[in-house]
């Protein structure tokens, strides 16, 4: 039986006349079945919608968006003291997203602590204590621009103050044959930092361990970068204080120590994001794939054996990626990537911008070049038409860019620019020279394909790059300079025949080297075979070439579903003329687990793979083991997670992005409460403490608790929250979660009368735990042992009781003694 009932049990049971003025009902107490009628607390429902004067905490609902917890005041009507208002707060309208000529014009009443709603054109509040709601109705002509998922800035949560520490760390070991020997690896990266306010101090970190036979230890620890970093919702910016990575979309990028404001395209609604690079590859066992941009690890995880892509580098990196796929045979692909944005097209009226200023610096923290300053932009002059450009200078180096783009509507976007430059180089003539580059991009959405970016770049053999510049000062001679760079990436999906193709071509030619080439062709598509239903075939084939040699390969895979959590797959590969065959098992054995087996034949041996995945309340675990006749044995474990310290409690966790936004779930000291994010489940350790960490920056997040996992003796008042958190924040959410043994019971006062029927039990939180009924008799929640509770009736707390130390098991109905609450016996005296 739940105490809710009890409440509807009564409303039913009563008669009601209409007072249609003050829209007040009068209970007739006759109709109900009770020894002592005069003993009654009903004045809370004798007004339709009427909520008695106090301070809630309420969730508020603005055109049925939730925004987030808020303590809401209900104060006496001016003009009718049988009804109450709320009263909004300024710091409660500042987040429901206002323009600022309505803002302007607000008024406030109560002196300035409350809005007057009729300074809103056909504004309404209504408060509803059962839900724990405040549904806040505005025109939409009133409000900020809103998107599905993506609230205004005036929403945007900094999160709360606390200590953060993000690791990822890779180890392996590996026995060879034939007197080869054993070696172990260990690596790790992550960010530790701090937050205060809307400050975020972070510092990156990364280290290297290898030990083998024949070699002696090698050891490695530093820390890559130290920066301080916030927000501006204001101008749609972010601004970095300290070490960072120039990322521009015209001059490349380079190490520098300075200060850095940008436009920050994640503030921005979804459809009008940038691009995320995308790394595809194979690997032919189970493998490390390290992707690194000038010395720095931005990504690094194992996966099994197959075809791989990594979808979810920041959509912030640009540039030249390398990365690199350890196997545990021993064997390495390495190869480059070079990272595409999407024609440099802005909104009319609007403009994007990224300024920096500081000095080149190197991995030892030593500032070591000229000081420079940068700026450029895009200006969306027209609907349509983009101008953008840009300069760069510092001593003996200087570069300016112009470029246009155009929005071409059904035939996509396109853009073009020249970039000019000077360079001054020690016992070298001046070199100057320019860079020309076209981009495309389109959507052809009636042929369910896609071109994510098609580009051109030629540049003369005098044009440098600034980080050309940097490292050609630094060796005393120009280096190796670029001439030209396609690259292209292509998916299309052939619906009539469930097929899939994906394809990503990269070419870069040098003025002194050799040209270095990257194919990537993917075919997926599904079918069926008798009774065989939704049978998947894959074919992945790949070559790069540089540096006068060539890594060619193709994989192929068809997999067999067996049951909706369990399929089997044979497998093909091939790589430099070694041909290997396997057959695999996979099984997930809940959403937190899952494994793959696998055993081949290979032209060197036979072959064996393990691999499993668990993700855990405090970290994602990755086990996998392999073996070749004759050749070698090797090992591996992955650890990814996390530390999160605030003053509202701390926890461990998974983690996602290094240094990322998270979010802090207070259940009230209830442990073991399943907590979902936009992923996977969490729970919530001893301390009634979780920490989310699959949340988006400047998304609408939704954490929510899964009611249909908790335990019997636990119940969740209030089960989701949303938040849109700035990147980098901490931020914090507390449910309502009222934990403990459920009984009926009898509760009498000290003169062992009953409490008034309607009086409701709170625990020391000040959680609603019952409702009294007839003669005393109420269905208790939340009950644990020695604790006390309180009866609250006429709008205070009257009396208290203690539970007793056993409260399960018990032989015979429960009966508690309420004793007065002298403060509230004086008050009523």
Known sequence: MDHRKVLATTALCCVTTWASAAEEFQFNTDVLDLKDRENLDLGVFASANFIMPGRYSLVVHVNGDSLTEFYVDYLPAENDPKSSVACLSPSLVNELGLKEKTTKSLNWWHDGACLDLTSVPGMQARGNLSASALYVNIPQDQLEYTAANWDPPSRWDEGISGALFDYNFNAQTTERKRGKGRSDSLSGNGTTGVNLGAWRLRGDWQTQMQRSEDQPTQNQFAWSRFYALRAVPSLRSNLIVGEDYLDSNLFGSFRYTGVNLSSNDNMLPPNLRGYAPEVSGVARTNARVMIRQQ?????????????????????????????????????????????????????????????????????????????????????????????????????????????????????????????????????????????????????????????????????????????????????????????????????????????????????????????????????????????????????????????????????????????????????????????????????????????????????????????????????????????????????????????????????????????????????????????????????????????????????????????????????????????????????????????????????????????????????????ETGIVGEDGSTYLSGMKPGETMSLHWDGSARCHFTLPDQVQSLKQQLELQCKPDTNAHDSAA
């Open 295 to 767: 010395g720095r690890v931005l990504y690094d995880t194992q996966v099994p054996q197959g075809a791989f892509r990594i979808q979810d580098l920041n959509d912030a990196v640009s540039g030249q990626l390398d990365v690199r796929v350890e196997e545990q045979d021993g064997s390495v692909q390495e190869f480059q990537m070079d990272t595409a944005s999407i024609p440099y097209l802005t909104r009319p009226g609007t403009v994007r911008y990224k300024l920096a200023t500081g000095k080149p610096s190197d991995w030892e923290h030593q500032l070591d070049g000229p000081a420079f300053a940068t700026g450029e932009f895009s200006w969306g002059v027209s609907n349509g038409w983009s101008l953008y450009g840009g300069g760069l200078g510092s001593k003996d180096y200087g570069s300016l860019a112009v470029g246009v783009g155009r929005d071409l509507m059904v035939f996509g976007a396109l853009s073009f620019d020249v970039t000019q430059s000077r360079a001054t180089l020690p016992e070298h003539d001046t070199l100057s020279g320019k860079s020309y580059r076209a981009s495309y991009s389109k959507r052809f959405d009636e042929y369910d394909s896609q071109v994510t970016f098609a580009g051109y770049r030629f540049s003369e053999e005098n044009y440098m790059s600034m980080n050309e510049f940097i490292e050609a000062r630094r060796g005393g001679q120009p280096l190796n300079q670029s001439k030209e760079l396609y690259t292209a990436t292509l998916s299309k999906q052939f619906r009539d025949s469930a097929l899939s193709v994906y394809l990503n071509y990269n070419h870069q030619t040098y003025w002194s080297s050799q040209a270095s080439d990257r194919y990537s062709l993917s075919l997926s598509r599904y079918f069926d075979i008798g009774g065989l239903k939704n049978l998947s075939l894959s074919l992945t084939a790949y070559q790069n070439k540089a540096n006068g040699t060539t890594d060619d390969g193709a994989y192929l895979s068809v997999s067999i579903p067996w049951d909706n959590t369990r399929s089997f797959s044979y497998s093909a590969s091939t790589n430099r003329g070694d041909t290997s065959h396997s057959l695999s098992y996979y099984d997930r054995i809940d959403e937190r687990n899952h494994y793959m087996l696998s055993a081949g034949k290979a032209s060197s041996g036979d072959t064996a793979n393990g691999y499993l995945s668990h993700d855990g309340d405090q970290a994602q675990v990755v086990a996998s083991a392999s073996y070749q006749t004759g050749e070698y044995t090797s090992v591996g474990l992955s650890l990814q997670g996390g530390a999160t310290l605030t003053g509202q409690g701390a926890a461990l966790h998974r983690s996602s992005i290094m240094g990322g936004t998270r979010l802090l779930v207070d259940t009230q000291g209830v442990a073991n409460i399943p907590v979902r994010g936009n992923g996977g489940i969490t729970r919530t350790n001893r301390f009634g403490k979780a920490v989310v960490t699959d949340v988006n920056s400047y998304y609408r997040n939704q954490a929510s608790i899964e009611l249909d996992s908790l335990a019997d003796d636990v119940e969740a008042t209030q089960s989701i929250t949303q938040m849109t958190l700035t990147e980098g924040a901490i931020g914090y959410r507390s449910f309502d979660v009222i934990a403990g043994h459920k009984a009926m019971v009898v509760i009498r006062m000290t003169d062992n009368r009953a409490p008034p029927f309607g009086a409701t039990a709170q625990n020391s939180r000040g959680q």
